[in-house]
């Protein structure tokens, strides 16, 4: 699981062009939405989505699921490593 | 009613944000220049930042500056030129279409993909919720956004606005562009390009913001006089055009002091250059701007920043000079010519404050 944690923080770095950040600047546990942690937006939102379907082959249709999912880059993790695809 | 320039700001292929171009300015050699970034932290959130391409910041830095400049907290107006817009992310998300099968679009690529993005995410920036438009016509995009803005404050529907011209060059667009004969081969200087009888110029990118407003402030730098646009004029409309514009601001062909040109060493637009020049103002020095800033759509915008700049310092270096029938003389009037590609023209006056 912590792998997956290091490799979803890389791509969240990557995809949000999160400049000057590493993974160990953030907190697995953190919220990654709201005024806390990472502080993400909706249109981040519709990144992280996008990431999910095009390197795990997962589509979250659900809007209601997508707030759990992205709790945290460990609820993220958690949710990838049930459902990816590939 | 007088309308002034009262502040300018550029990121180019010289020094960014500062006047070091007009003593010290870098000479370019090769065909293919990407503009020198500044520090962007003093002007742009970084977490703001990284939703934004390089034109968005280039866009940003200038009219913060520029407005910053003209001692104003907001503008009543933001009004962009780009020929091309965000292209740099409009390639990105095409590509992404291509490669990707038309799946996992990402949407910041798409948002920005658009050629009002930039006059956009300024006014989102400043909170301006003002009159905001995007002029997308290539080479004369600048051209007219600055005349929407003159006759806006002619009409006392605004008291200032934000004028940009801003357009990049990536890569792929410029080796596009080079097929079709847009560049010259081999190695660029100023000589070069004056002594040209070849075809192409140089590639730079331009981001000019400037503040123009009804109101004269101790930071304005000269008067707006006038702007007019011509499609596929003849000589003899061209020269109309010109006595018309002279009369209205009651001046005589002796009162120009200078002719700023958009000259550029294609021997195929600079021709039309050296005819305006000769019919219209045969004994009047010439100015060129291109050999410093280099080719873009919005290209033209640098040459009303720089005769701006020389008629707020009330002089002209050397390296800004073409040709010189007589000597020049303290800059108080300065016509400015540019066309594209011969068929849309541009002429704007400017004076001394």
């Known amino acids: 699981m912590e792998e997956l944690i290091t490799e979803l923080k890389k791509e969240i770095i990557d995809v949000l062009n999160l400049e000057g950040m590493t993974p160990d600047d953030i907190d697995s546990d953190a919220p990654m939405f709201g005024d806390e942690g990472l502080a993400l937006d909706s249109i981040d939102a519709l990144e992280l989505i996008v990431l999910l379907e095009k390197n795990y082959g997962i589509k979250l249709a659900n809007a209601a699921a997508g707030k759990e999912v992205f709790k945290s880059v460990r609820t993220m993790a958690e949710y990838v490593s049930k459902n990816r695809t590939k | 009613m007088d309308i002034f320039i009262q502040s300018a700001a550029h990121i180019s292929i010289q020094n960014p944000l500062c006047e070091d171009w007009f003593e010290n300015p870098i000479p370019h050699t090769e065909g293919y220049n990407r503009s020198i970034e500044p520090d962007y932290k003093p002007f742009i959130n970084p977490i703001a930042a990284r939703r934004m391409g390089k034109l968005i910041k280039r866009a940003i830095a200038t009219s913060v500056s520029a407005i910053q400049s003209a001692d104003l907290e907001q ?34 690529f798409f948002m920005q993909s658009t050629h009002n993005t930039i006059s956009s995410q300024i006014a989102l920036h400043q909170k301006c919720n003002g009159y905001n438009c995007t002029y997308s016509h290539r080479g004369t995009s600048f051209e007219s956004g600055l005349s929407d803005a003159l006759q806006q404050m002619l009409l006392g529907r605004i008291n200032n606005a934000l004028v940009g011209g801003h357009d990049e060059m990536t890569p792929d667009y410029y080796n596009m562009l080079g097929k079709i004969g847009y560049w010259k081969q081999g190695e660029i200087s100023e000589q070069t390009l004056k002594r040209s009888n070849t075809k192409g110029s140089f590639a730079g990118e331009t981001s000019v913001a400037l503040v123009v407003g009804t109101t004269h402030t101790q930071h304005s730098l000269c008067k707006l006089r006038d702007v007019d646009l011509l499609y596929k004029p003849s000589s003899e409309s061209l020269k109309q055009a010109v006595e018309r514009m002279l009369q209205q601001a009651n001046l005589h062909v002796s009162d120009i002091n200078a002719v700023m040109l958009g000259t550029s060493g294609d021997c195929d637009f600079d021709e039309t250059y050296k005819r305006f020049a000769q019919t219209n103002f045969p004994n009047t020095p010439t100015l060129w701007y291109k050999h410093l800033f280099g080719e873009s759509f919005t290209a033209a915008a640098f040459s009303v920043y720089a005769a701006a700049t020389c008629l707020s310092k009330k002089h002209v270096p050397q390296h800004l000079v073409y040709n010189t029938p007589k000597p020049l003389e303290q800059p108080h009037n300065i016509l400015i010519y540019n066309h594209f590609q011969n068929i849309n023209h541009s002429l704007i006056l400017l004076s001394q404050c």
């Open chain 2, 75 to 108: 503008v009543d107006a933001i009004i962009t030129g780009t020929g091309l817009g965000c292209i740099e992310n409009t390639e990105k998300f095409l590509s992404a279409m291509v490669n990707e099968g038309e799946q996992f679009l990402q949407p910041t």
